[in-house]
């Protein structure tokens, strides 16, 4: 099965699949590029587009073939904002911790 746009995702971040096909991890040299690719709603980050981003960080971190870590964006904007309807429900905070780069 393969992952929808809609975000939703078939598995979990696995090597260079960050999890989301809103994401992509790419290398070059020394460095990581990470592209937001959802250009239809200006790039707002889902949560699970957070946990892909959480993760390319943490794979730079763990490989000692690269340098550091370039996140851009596709369309008009890079990231302007999360898409928080889906971060917290009406009824509060959601039960996920915190990320610490946030």
Not at 35 to 51: S, V
Request: hydrophobic content about 35%; glycine content about 8%; some cysteine.
């Amino acid at each position: 099965m393969s992952p929808s746009r809609d975000g939703s995702s078939p598995r979990p971040p696995d090597d260079d699949w960050l999890g989301t096909p809103f994401l992509t991890f790419t290398r070059q040299g020394p460095f990581a590029i990470c592209t937001i690719d959802r250009p239809e709603a200006r790039n707002a980050l889902t949560p699970a587009m957070y946990f892909g981003i959480r993760y390319a960080i943490s794979r730079v971190n763990a490989d000692d073939g690269l340098a550091g870590l370039l996140i851009t964006g596709t369309g008009d904007v890079f990231a302007p904002a999360a898409t928080w309807a889906r971060v917290v429900p009406t009824t509060g905070w959601t039960s996920h911790p915190p990320c610490p780069w946030m």
